[in-house]
């Protein structure tokens, strides 16, 4: 089931796709952008991972490979999800992502995996593994061709049914 290999391995390898599926409405609260956007400020976030993100997803980007991202998300937004939509026009889509978001509402009837996730070139996917708290804890990476399927579907289903993030006007 696991693969051996890791998110920045996989990065470097990917040949067409990465497609990042987030369902939480919080992630973690402690981040340096989170924090300077509780009190205040609007920008791309400055901090060096931050930083080093836009600078990954540019060099990636260049090589040919579509970053695409979608969040499923409650409505109206809970502040981490307002903090990332305020965020994602200067930050992930200047980098050169695809974000699109998708009311949670309007996902009752999807087939959704249980985990956020990465699937890259549709050939593995990473699940990412959280505390209640939105704290990252860990990641598995899975290569089986029907458990990549299932989540590519998903993926495709939320994508297609989701608004562009420059078309997204949060409801509430």
């Known amino acids: 089931?696991?693969?051996?290999?890791?998110?920045?391995?996989?990065?470097?390898?990917?040949?067409?796709?990465?497609?990042?599926?987030e369902m939480r409405d919080g992630y973690t609260r402690s981040s340096e952008a989170f924090i300077a956007w509780q009190g205040g400020y609007r920008g791309a976030p400055t901090n060096a991972p931050s930083q080093e993100w836009r600078e990954l997803v540019q060099t990636t980007t260049a090589r040919g490979v579509e970053i695409?991202?979608?969040?499923i998300v409650s409505e109206p937004l809970s502040d981490f999800a307002q903090f990332e939509y305020d965020i994602t026009a200067e930050h992930n889509v200047a980098a050169g992502e695809q974000v699109r978001w998708l009311p949670r509402r309007d996902a009752s009837d999807l087939a959704l995996p249980g985990n956020?996730?990465?699937?890259?070139?549709?050939?593995?996917?990473?699940?990412?593994?959280?505390?209640?708290?939105?704290?990252?804890?860990d990641s598995t990476y899975d290569d089986d061709a029907r458990r990549v399927k299932f989540c590519s579907d998903s993926f495709a289903a939320v994508w297609e049914r989701a608004t562009p993030h420059?078309?997204?006007?949060?409801?509430?």
């Not at 693969?3 to 599926?21: K, N, P």
């Not at 695409?68 to 969040?71: D, G, P």
């Open 1 to 21: 089931m696991a693969v051996a290999t890791s998110f920045d391995e996989l990065m470097a390898s990917v040949q067409r796709s990465a497609v990042h599926l």
């Open 68 to 71: 695409q991202r979608v969040r």
């Open 116 to 137: 956020d996730l990465w699937i890259f070139d549709g050939r593995v996917v990473q699940f990412l593994h959280f505390a209640g708290d939105g704290t990252y804890l």
């Open 166 to 172: 420059e078309n997204y006007r949060p409801a509430g």
